[in-house]
Structure formats: C-alpha cells, structure tokens
C-alpha cells in the first residue's frame, strides 16, 4: 500500500471548516484514498472514501487533486466533538487484498 | 444491526493465563480485522479474513497469537500464554468488499 504523510496535529476554531491535509505521492491507480477518525477511547470510525472524483457525505468532504498524490478532507462546520485524531490510508482494492494499514494520523483540536 | 460487537470490553489476567477475545461482525460484511493498539506502537494490524478465509496474518507478534473465524459471524483472537506487553487495546473491524470498516468498541486487555 501507498504510504501517507499527515501533520501531527492541527487546530481549529469552532464553527470554522477543519481542512486535513494528506499526501500520497505514491499512489498506484487502482488504490483508494480513506478517512478515519478516532475519538479518545473509541474505536475507528469511518468517515469517507474515493478513487479520483471529490465526494461528499453527510460527515465531511473529500477532495483528491487531479495527479491523486495529495487529497483534503474538510469538515465544514467543526465542533467540539470532532476533536479527535484523523487517519488518511491509501489502500489496495483488488480480489481479496483488502489490507487497512494505520499510520499516525494527525490530532485535530477544535477550540472554542 | 448493533454494529461490531467485541466482548469482553475489559479483561484482566495473570501472565501465562490463555485470553480469548471475541468478535461479532456485521451481518453481511466479507472482510474482518483484528487491531492491536498502544500508546508506543499505535494501532497495528494483526491478521484478516476474506468470506472467513485468513488472507493475510503478517501482523500476528508471535505464535503466542492466533485466529479462527469459524463461520460469518464469529471470529476469535486468542493469546496463550499471555505475557504483560500483550497488555492493549484490541479491535474488531468488519467491512463489506469495496466500502469503509466498521469497528467494534474494543477490549481493553491487562497482563499482570
């Protein structure tokens, strides 16, 4: 799978858009960029996914450059709860190999 | 469906004790995962099954550790013995082919 580089942490006001930034300069064509959060003590929660296109749901937006080597995950209106630690994963979809690998994710502090 | 569900939430053992953990997935996914997490190593893929196959237990620390995923909706991790450093955060993920894991609550195991 494509190694990430995420910040180690970031800050945010609430109320204001929380923009996660992601680089995978090595991403290969058939790997998908994923989004994850864990807020303390829980587990992983899924938050997005995409191949190229930008996507949105009801939790946040994913937007994937054109080359694909680097994508922002926004959440528009941040707020308190969202303070958690964000995982940006390339991963392989192809038969059976389905591996998710974490790396260290970047901590994002939403301030009052 | 209720989700991922992990049981125990909590275990406390002696070393050399054998520890189970169980996992329920949801209820039509194809993929299961097994995490590990610590506050050194962060979260750390053990092993993974596909349709109750495992594809890939690269993860696995040591032959102390071992899975079986006897059918769709059950999977065991089993530690024997159990040694102090296994102390963790142990995860259950489900996930269908071509979608986001879902992850269950985990299991907060202690050695002593």
């Known amino acids: 799978d494509a190694k990430t580089t995420q910040p180690t942490s970031m800050d945010c006001a609430e109320g204001r858009a929380a923009n996660l930034p992601c680089n995978h300069s090595?991403?290969?064509?058939?790997?998908?960029v994923y989004w994850y959060r864990q807020i303390h003590s829980q587990g992983p929660q899924y938050i997005i996914h995409?191949?190229?296109n930008n996507e949105t749901n009801e939790m946040a937006s994913l937007i994937i450059t054109e080359d694909r080597k680097s994508s922002t995950l926004i959440l528009p209106h941040a707020t308190l709860r969202d303070t958690a630690v964000y995982y940006c994963i390339v991963r392989y979809s192809g038969g059976s190999n389905y591996k998710l690998t974490f790396g260290k994710g970047t901590l994002l502090t939403v301030n009052p | 469906d209720a989700g991922v569900i992990q049981s125990p939430r909590h275990e406390v053992t002696e070393m050399g004790q054998e520890v189970t953990l169980r996992c329920k997935p949801i209820?039509?996914?194809?993929?299961l995962f097994w995490y590990r997490q610590t506050m050194m190593r962060g979260l750390e893929l053990l092993i993974y099954f596909n349709n109750n196959v495992p594809i890939d237990d690269s993860g696995m620390p040591e032959d102390r550790f071992s899975a079986k995923m006897p059918n769709a909706s059950f999977s065991t991790l089993k530690i024997q013995p159990s040694e102090p450093r296994d102390s963790a955060v142990y995860f259950c993920?489900?996930?269908?082919?071509?979608?986001?894991?879902?992850f269950g609550q985990g299991t907060r195991l202690t050695v002593v």
């Open positions: 209820s039509g996914h194809d993929y």
């Open positions: 993920a489900s996930s269908p082919q071509g979608a986001g894991a879902f």
């Open positions: 995409g191949l190229k």
């Open positions: 090595t991403i290969s064509g058939n790997e998908y």
